[in-house]
C-alpha cells in the first residue's frame, strides 16, 4: 500500500482551476463515451456560459485539445471530437534474439518493497480491493483440516477437488477444460515455465507478441530460448499474416502469447482472428502457450473465448492464475496442457514436486462455498473508472503526441511518447522522487519500446501519488 507524502505545489488561482477543470470535463466525456468519435462539442458561447469563462479561456482549452489530437476544428461548424489515437503497431519481426531482461526486472522489483514509492510501476492490484478475508478464512480452515494423508492424495497434478473446481468456473464463462488434464502449479509463472519446457529447448524460437509481458520474456531466458517479436496492433493483436510466414522462416518451435487481456496493451483478439490462430498452428503443428493471467478482469459483460476454446487436437497449453483477481497469497496457478499433460506433469514432478497443500484446499473451497461475482463486477467497474482517470492525467502532463492504450481489461496502461523520448534515462530520478514506473525497452528482447512506458492503475492514487505522476511527465517533455 502507498504511504507517500509529498509537498504540494501552492494552490492554483481560480481563472487556473477553471481552465483545468473545463480540460478535465471535455476529456472525461471523451474517454468514458459520453462524447463519441464524430459528435460536436457544444459551442465555445455555450462553454463559456456553462462554465463561467472568458472566451479566450475556452478557445486556449480547444486549442490544446485539438493540438492532443482529441478534437478537430471544422470551419463554420465548430469542434468534433476524433476517434482515439491508439499507439502505433510495433515495427515488422526481424530475427530471433536472446533475451536479457532479469537485471531490469529486478530494479522493478526493489521498488516494490519501499512503500513510500507510488507504486505506478508495480505489477500487482491494491490488495484490500481484493477478497482477503474470506480468502484467509479458508486458509485457515485448511490448515485446520490438513493432515499427512491429504497431502498425499493431493500430490500433483494437484487436488480434483481444485482442478474440478477451476473447470466448473470456466464453463460457466463458456469454457470448457479437463480437469484431468490440469496441473496445480504455483502461480501463472510455474505454469508458464512448465508449458515452455515441455514443448521447447534450449535455443528453440519461441513467437511473442510485439510488445510483451516482461515475466513471458523472463521465462524465454530462463530457460535459454530465443523470442522471435512479430509485430503486434494495440487494438487487433498480433499480426497474423507476419505469423504465419515467420514460423516456418525461423522455425518457430511455439508460440507464447496473451491472446486476451494482453500485458501491456490490453487488447482482446476477436474470436475470428483466435480461430485463424489456431488454424495456423494446426497447419504448422506447433504448440500455443496461452497466457490468460486477467480473465475475471475483463470489462464487458459479455465473457470472451481464450483461444483454448477453438483448441481441436490439444496444441494449446491453457495457463491461468487465482492471484490476480482473487488473492495473491496462495500462489495458486493451473495448466491446462492438453496432449502435453504428460510432459508438463513429469516435470512438475521433477522441479517444485507440489503446489503447497494447505493452499489448493482453501482455494477449492473458496470457489465453492463463495459467490464472488457480484465482488469482481465491482471491482471491474473500479478499475474501468481508473484507467480512465489515470489516462486522462497521462494525457493531460505526458509531452504533446503521446498515445495511450484503450485496455479492455485489467489494471495497466500502456503509453507510447514521441519517438525522441528515453523512458529508462528518466526512471532513476522519478525513483528518487518517490515513484515508479515500467520503461518499454523491458518488454522487448531487442530494447524496441525506449519511448514507451507501462503505469498500474490498480491502486489508490492520491494528490500525493498524481503530483509525483505530473512530474514525470515534466521531466519526460523536458528531457
Not at 493452499?359 to 477449492?364: C, K, R, S
Not at 464472488?372 to 473500479?382: G, H, I, K, M, T
Request: aromatic share 8%; charged share 25%; hydrophobic share 40%.
Amino acid at each position: 500500500m502507498f504511504h507517500g507524502k509529498a509537498p504540494m505545489p501552492p494552490e492554483a488561482t481560480a481563472p487556473v482551476r477553471k481552465f483545468r477543470l473545463l480540460t478535465d470535463t471535455l476529456i472525461h466525456a471523451m474517454r468514458s463515451g459520453a462524447m463519441k468519435p464524430g459528435d460536436r462539442l457544444p459551442s465555445v458561447r455555450a462553454l463559456c456560459r456553462i462554465h463561467q469563462l472568458s472566451t479566450s479561456t475556452v478557445r486556449r482549452v480547444l486549442e490544446d485539445l485539438e493540438a492532443a489530437g482529441l478534437i478537430e476544428a471544422q470551419p463554420r461548424r465548430g469542434y468534433f471530437v476524433l476517434e482515439p489515437r491508439m499507439p502505433s503497431p510495433s515495427p515488422s519481426a526481424s530475427r530471433p534474439q536472446k533475451v536479457a531482461v532479469a537485471p531490469l526486472a529486478l530494479r522493478l522489483f526493489d521498488a516494490l518493497r519501499d512503500s513510500h514509492i507510488a507504486p505506478f510501476g508495480s505489477p500487482f492490484i491494491e490488495p484490500a480491493w481484493l477478497d482477503l478475508d474470506r480468502v484467509n478464512y479458508h486458509l485457515r480452515q485448511a490448515a485446520r483440516r490438513f493432515s499427512p494423508e491429504r497431502g498425499l492424495r493431493d500430490l500433483p497434478p494437484g487436488s480434483d477437488a481444485l482442478r474440478q473446481q477451476i473447470a466448473r468456473r470456466a464453463l460457466h464463462q463458456g469454457v470448457t477444460l479437463d480437469w484431468e488434464e490440469t496441473v496445480i502449479t504455483c502461480g501463472a509463472m510455474e505454469a508458464l515455465n512448465l508449458a515452455l519446457r515441455a514443448v521447447a529447448r534450449p535455443g528453440d524460437v519461441i513467437a511473442v507478441e510485439s510488445p510483451t509481458f516482461y515475466g513471458l520474456l523472463h521465462a524465454i531466458e530462463n530457460n535459454g530460448m530465443q523470442a522471435l517479436e512479430i509485430r503486434t496492433d494495440p487494438a487487433r493483436g498480433i499480426d497474423l499474416d507476419e505469423l504465419d510466414a515467420a514460423i516456418p522462416r525461423h522455425n518457430v518451435a511455439a508460440c507464447l502469447l496473451m491472446p486476451s487481456l494482453q500485458n501491456p496493451l490490453g487488447f482482446v483478439m476477436r474470436e475470428a482472428d483466435k480461430q485463424r490462430l489456431i488454424d495456423i498452428l494446426e497447419r504448422h503443428r506447433i504448440p500455443l502457450i496461452e497466457d490468460d493471467a486477467y480473465r475475471e478482469l475483463a470489462f464487458s459483460d459479455v465473457p470472451y473465448r481464450p483461444v483454448k476454446h477453438y483448441d481441436r487436437s490439444g496444441r494449446v497449453l491453457y495457463c491461468s492464475t487465482f492471484s490476480k483477481a482473487f488473492s495473491p497469497g496462495p500462489r495458486i496457478g493451473w495448466l491446462a496442457a492438453g496432449r502435453y499433460y504428460r510432459e508438463t506433469l513429469l516435470l512438475k514432478l521433477m522441479g517444485t514436486l507440489a503446489t503447497p497443500i494447505p493452499n489448493q484446499m482453501a482455494v477449492a473451497s473458496y470457489l465453492q462455498h463463495e459467490k464472488p461475482d457480484r465482488r469482481l463486477a465491482q471491482l471491474r467497474r473500479r478499475l474501468s473508472g481508473q484507467l480512465a482517470r489515470l489516462a486522462d492525467e497521462v494525457e493531460r502532463h505526458f509531452p504533446p503526441g503521446t498515445r495511450v492504450s484503450r485496455p479492455a481489461g485489467g489494471y495497466v496502461l500502456w503509453a507510447a511518447l514521441p519517438d525522441n523520448v528515453d523512458t529508462l534515462a528518466a526512471y532513476d530520478a522519478t525513483i528518487a522522487d518517490g515513484m515508479s514506473y515500467v520503461p518499454g525497452t523491458i518488454f522487448s528482447p531487442s530494447g524496441r519500446f525506449g519511448h514507451c512506458l507501462r503505469l498500474n492503475g490498480g491502486f489508490d492514487f492520491d494528490r500525493d501519488a498524481l503530483a509525483r505522476l505530473a512530474r514525470l511527465g515534466r521531466r519526460l517533455t523536458t528531457g
